[in-house]
């Protein structure tokens, strides 16, 4: 079983900018694609960026240019750097993250979530 943690939620004014990580851990063997989504208030959960294991990124268009996503696959570690945020950025933000375990199982594992408000 893999488990994901997140950090680095948390209570910013617009414009300013926050770091999230997200750690896996357990019986992994290799982590495909890692990636950000978001539920805002009332919403339902959309991609935010994802990164593959080679490096390529994507990012959802009301992020692109303002969010940066990365990875260690040393550390098993995804980053969402978000810079000029706005009030709509306000959301709880999910880490999800696929792969194989060392079993030969494909996994998908989700975050329990980290909450970023936006706010003046």
């Known amino acids: 079983q893999v488990q994901l943690v997140e950090s680095g939620g948390g209570l910013v004014q617009p414009g300013g900018s926050l770091r999230l990580s997200c750690t896996a851990s357990?019986?992994?063997?290799?982590?495909?694609?890692m990636g950000w989504y978001r539920r805002g208030p009332g919403k339902q959960r959309e991609l935010v960026a994802v990164v593959t294991n080679g490096g390529r990124t994507n990012y959802a268009d009301p992020v692109n240019g303002r969010f940066s996503i990365s990875r260690d696959n040393a550390k098993n570690t995804v980053y969402l750097q978000m810079n000029s945020l706005k009030p709509e950025d306000t959301a709880v933000y999910y880490c999800?993250?696929?792969?194989?375990?060392?079993?030969?199982?494909?996994?998908?594992?989700w975050g329990q979530g980290t909450q970023v408000t936006v706010s003046s």
């Open positions: 357990g019986s992994i063997f290799r982590i495909n694609d």
């Open positions: 999800k993250a696929a792969g194989l375990e060392y079993s030969g199982r494909y996994f998908e594992s």
